[in-house]
Each structure stands twice: as structure tokens, then as C-alpha cells.
């Protein structure tokens, strides 16, 4: 038995090739992305003065932010690290360290045991912040520090000391790595707390933590 054929007159083929839609299209249909755009460019000096008008507390904060940037770039100017970091310290405002950090002072600093050690109490505290961006930088700045001195550290804590003779140099170097190595071991367990608990923060915290904590334990 033959099955019946059904065709489409003309009409109804015309009908359904408007209704189709084009492969080529740039745009969605029946929209104009331009009705979503901005009638206008947005005046940023104007939108920044209504913005500070409107929230003195803000404008008191940056203010004061900025004024104790103007004092570490003096300090930096100067090539003075280990005064900047000392004063970095007495601060105790997170902004202005994680500002002084993504800068560059790291890399364009001349560092040392004596500035590290000013530097891990200050990234102890980062670490535990609530903010991930400074929990970021400090991560971050571990690992540079690690990356300089990690090896040394690990070398001078396990080297025998000669039981004659004094060396005054070699006994403070040792003195500070062995400070350094207590600094960076007391950050194991907030280390393996962002390993464990830090993916379910934005951005994502595990990776860098784990990296970090592998790099120590290593």
C-alpha cells in the first residue's frame, strides 16, 4: 500500500521561509542592541564628585589612605625597606598593604632575613582576612619570599654549628632563619584551612594555598 503524500501548496511555503531564521544574522531579530546602549557618554570626573559628595565616610578613607601611601613612597624613594615595612606595621591597615604589595615593592626592593622578618607577621594577618583579595596578596608575597629565601632558611636551620670559635655574622643569620622557619610554620594551619575551605570563596582560594603549603612542607 502506497502511504498518501502531503505537500505544501505555495502560499504555505512562502509562509514558512519568512518565519525561518537567516544563518548570516548579526543581530537578534525584532532587537536593536542599540536601544540598550547609553544615550550618552557617562561624565566619570562628574559621577566620581557626586559619588565622594554623597559619602563623606568614603572620602575619609581614601583620604587617609592616600596619606599613608604618600609616607611609604617616601621611605621607597629613599631605598629605606626596612623603615617602610616597620612602618607598614605600626599602620595596620590592610589596603595600604596590599596596595604597597601589587606595586612592585617586592621586586624592586632590595630584600633580606631582617626585612622578611617585619614582613611575615604582615602577611600572617593578611591571611586571615575575610577579604579574598588580600588573602590573594599574601599568598602571593609568600611565595616570592619563599622563592628567596626559602632554601637558605632550610639550610642554615639544619647545618651543624662549628662548636669552636664565634661568628658573630653566621650566629644572627641564624638566628633569623630560625625566627623565619617559626613564622612560616605557624601559617601551616591557615594554610591547610584555605586548601580545604577555600574554593568556596570568589576567587577561588584552594589552588594557591595548596601550592603555597606544598612549597613549605617540601
Not at 587617609?64 to 604618600?70: A, E, T, Y
Not at 612592585?104 to 614582613?119: C, P, Q, R, V, Y
Not at 579574598?132 to 647545618?159: H, K, P, R, W
Request: with cysteine.
Amino acid at each position: 500500500r502506497h502511504q498518501p503524500r502531503y505537500e505544501l501548496d505555495a502560499p504555505a511555503e512562502e509562509a514558512r521561509g519568512a518565519a525561518a531564521i537567516p544563518r548570516n544574522r548579526q543581530a537578534p531579530l525584532g532587537l536593536n542592541p542599540a536601544n540598550f546602549l547609553r544615550a550618552a557618554k557617562v561624565d566619570d570626573e562628574k559621577l566620581l564628585t557626586d559619588m565622594l559628595h554623597n559619602s563623606p565616610i568614603l572620602v575619609t578613607c581614601l583620604s587617609q589612605r592616600l596619606s599613608h601611601l604618600r609616607v611609604m613612597q617616601r621611605y621607597w624613594s629613599a631605598g629605606d625597606t626596612k623603615q617602610m615595612f616597620r612602618q607598614l606595621q605600626k599602620l595596620n591597615d590592610p589596603a595600604v598593604t596590599v596596595d604597597l604589595f601589587r606595586a612592585g615593592t617586592f621586586k624592586s626592593s632590595a630584600l633580606d632575613l631582617e626585612a622578611t622578618l617585619i614582613l611575615l607577621p604582615i602577611l600572617q594577618g593578611l591571611l586571615a582576612s575575610d577579604h579574598a583579595e588580600y588573602v590573594l596578596a599574601a599568598l602571593d608575597s609568600l611565595q616570592q619570599l619563599l622563592d628567596s629565601f626559602g632554601t637558605m632558611i632550610v639550610d642554615v636551620c639544619n647545618a651543624k654549628h662549628p662548636g669552636v670559635g664565634v661568628d658573630l655574622s653566621a650566629e644572627a643569620r641564624a638566628e633569623r632563619c630560625k625566627a623565619c622557619l617559626e613564622h612560616f610554620s605557624a601559617m601551616l594551619p591557615q594554610l591547610k584551612q584555605l586548601e580545604m575551605h577555600g574554593a568556596q570563596r570568589k576567587p577561588d582560594l584552594s589552588q594557591p594555598a595548596a601550592l603555597l603549603l606544598r612549597n613549605m612542607v617540601a
